[in-house]
Nanobody, 122 residues
Framework: QVQLVESGGGLVQTGGSLRLSCAAS????????MGWFRQPPGKEREFVGA????????AYADSVKGRFTISRDNAKNLVYLQMNSLKPEDTAIYYC???????????????WGQGTQVTVSS
């Protein structure tokens, strides 16, 4: 079992930055991929990016590439989502998730956090 808790959401102006954190606990995380997803108001959940816990390789959705960066702190079991140049369309509930492989398919992720709200004002 893996427990995930997101934090760091809030209200920010267009062009601003936020850093989300995902605290992971439970069984060893080394076999897992940590993904970030988001669900904008009235829309489906969508893939933001993911990082392999072992090795640190990453993948990003085209919509955030160059603006968002995922990193992890192995010693603290933390995964970060650094979001720069934020736009109103980035407004969403952001979730971290743990899965077996890097994938944009949310069904490939077994464990989920409760989500944190990010609101970008225009």
């Amino acid at each position: 079992q893996v427990q995930l808790v997101e934090s760091g959401g809030g209200l920010v102006q267009t062009g601003g930055s936020l850093r989300l954190s995902c605290a992971a606990s439970g069984r060893t995380l080394r076999p897992y991929v940590m993904g970030w997803f988001r669900q904008p108001p009235g829309k489906e959940r969508e893939f933001v990016g993911a990082i392999r816990w072992s090795g640190g390789s990453t993948a990003y959705a085209d919509s955030v590439k160059g603006r968002f960066t995922i990193s992890r702190d192995n010693a603290k079991n933390l995964v970060y989502l650094q979001m720069n140049s934020l736009k109103p369309e980035d407004t969403a509930i952001y979730y971290c998730a743990a899965g077996g492989d890097i994938s944009s398919d949310s069904k490939r992720y077994r464990y989920w956090g409760q989500g944190t709200q990010v609101t970008v004002s225009s």
